[in-house]
């Protein structure tokens, strides 16, 4: 069985852009979380999505948003990109039915603001 | 929100010794996960563990959940076993649907 894919995997923007990054859950997974990864914060939880549902947000400005779609993969986006967002972005499924599943994790996607 | 310790925060070790990892959390846990992440910054599942006693190789996990501890043994350890772990747990009520991460244990094992 395929794992969680992340595209893609590196990325270089201008501050004041915008970036959108992808995440394919493992097949019958219906829960993606997104995780922020820095050196100064470590590991922070963004967003959670269920059957197309956000169930629980982390503590980010509004500029990070995301959503999923009808076969579970999901998007995040970032608008008006800041020197601070450079991190690694890391994206994990699990079946979600209970919301106390075993989470797997994909490759991550190496975000650089300039 | 829920707040989760590691110990200890570095680890040195020669090829062949054993160590043990150490995870406190604060409160009531559904889950409880222990991860290694890789030098490319994937995070490897090692065991999914919100109680009792696992094995798995080289590398096993207990978790008292109701002491609200778990630790992480690596015996004969290998210099591929460096790197970071983390653990990280699925609290309950406001904390449901996250994962909340430790600092980490960055381990190095030299030949």
């Known amino acids: 069985k395929a794992g969680v894919t992340q595209t893609p995997r590196y990325l270089i923007k201008t501050r004041g852009q915008q970036v959108t990054l992808s995440c394919s859950p493992i097949?019958?997974?219906?829960?993606v979380s997104w995780y922020q990864q820095t050196p100064g914060q470590g590991l922070q939880f963004l967003f959670e999505?269920?059957?197309?549902?956000?169930?629980n947000k982390g503590n980010f400005p509004g500029r990070f948003s995301g959503r999923q779609f009808s076969n579970s993969r999901s998007e995040m986006n970032v608008s008006t990109l800041e020197l601070g967002d450079s991190a690694l972005y890391l994206c994990?499924?699990?079946?979600?039915?209970?919301?106390?599943?075993?989470?797997?994790f994909g490759p991550g996607t190496r975000l650089t603001v300039t | 929100g829920i707040q989760v310790e590691q110990s200890p925060p570095d680890l040195i070790l020669q090829e062949g010794a054993n160590s043990t990892l150490r995870c406190n959390f604060s409160?009531?846990?559904?889950?409880l996960q222990w991860f290694h992440q890789n030098p490319w910054g994937q995070l490897i599942n090692l065991f999914y563990i919100p109680s009792g006693t696992k094995q798995n190789g080289r590398l096993s996990a207990t978790t008292v959940a109701t002491e609200r501890y778990s630790l992480l043994y690596i015996s004969s350890s290998q210099t591929t076993d460096s790197g970071v772990y983390f653990c990280?747990?699925?609290?309950?009520?406001?904390?449901?649907?996250?994962?909340?991460f430790g600092k980490g244990t960055l381990l190095t094992v030299n030949p």
């Open positions: 409160d009531s846990v559904n889950n």
């Open positions: 990280a747990v699925e609290g309950r009520g406001g904390s449901n649907y996250k994962l909340t």
């Open positions: 994990a499924s699990s079946l979600g039915g209970t919301g106390s599943d075993e989470q797997y």
């Open positions: 999505y269920f059957s197309e549902t956000q169930r």
């Open positions: 097949s019958g997974h219906r829960s």
